[in-house]
């Protein structure tokens, strides 16, 4: 069964700040992986996926995550957080189809000045 | 504009009482997914249609149905609703092995 661990529920970081957020998945084969961020009230948008290729992805907004298959980690970074970056982030796991995804609990972010 | 729709955004029903929430989307998606989403719990998949008239469980589908007849709307049906079903849902659809476009939102409270 594919499972996702967010091991941090909640992050407080100064602006101007990096920022770091963990995600640790279970999975069977090889997952195709994703970042997603909710702001208060909004759908969620997709922050970057990684299914294949250079371990290290870019994704929108400045955020990067890094694929460790012997940690079986996808953590999310970013150099320096602004205001506008509060927000829950989710990682999901999928398979190859990725039809069915599997979230983490998810980690909220607050930043303060 | 490429969006999904859902309506409504927020609803108070009471128990057993029948309600559908409607998802629609005007990107000619193929797949289309209902989520729900509960604090601590993150999202949990409740269906997903592959195409038209194709349908499959996800992990929580008990007490839902859901039907595809046409490819742009894709219904979440609550036959008899109880209060654990009082959630957050997002309805999802994306193309191929794109990124899932997701819906605002349905704020539905059971009591």
């Known amino acids: 069964a594919q499972s996702v661990t967010q091991p941090d529920i909640h992050i407080t970081v100064s602006e101007g700040a990096s920022l770091e957020l963990r995600c640790n998945y279970s999975?069977?084969?090889?997952?195709?992986l994703f970042w997603y961020v909710q702001s208060p009230g909004q759908g969620l948008q997709l922050l970057l996926k990684y299914f294949s290729g250079d371990t290290l992805v870019q994704g929108i907004k400045g955020f990067e995550a890094e694929f460790k298959r012997s940690q079986s980690s996808f953590n999310l970074r970013k150099p320096s957080v602004h205001w506008s970056d509060a927000a829950e982030y989710f990682c999901a796991v999928g398979p190859f189809n990725d039809y069915k995804l599997s979230f983490g609990a998810g980690t909220t972010v607050t930043v303060r000045a | 504009e490429a969006q999904v729709t859902q309506n409504p955004r927020y609803l108070i029903t009471v128990t057993g009482k029948k309600l559908t929430v409607t998802c629609s989307q005007n990107m000619n998606h193929e797949y289309m997914s209902w989520y729900r989403q509960d604090p601590g719990l993150g999202l949990r998949q409740i269906y997903y249609s592959m195409n038209v008239e194709v349908t499959d469980k996800g992990d929580v589908p008990e007490g839902y149905k859901v039907s595809r007849k046409e490819k742009r709307n894709f219904p979440l049906i609550l036959e008899s609703p109880s209060p654990n079903q009082t959630s957050l849902y997002f309805c999802?659809?994306?193309?191929?092995?794109?990124?899932?476009?997701f819906g605002p939102g349905t704020r539905l409270t059971v009591l």
């Open positions: 999975y069977g084969a090889t997952p195709y």
């Open positions: 999802a659809s994306r193309q191929d092995r794109n990124q899932q476009f």
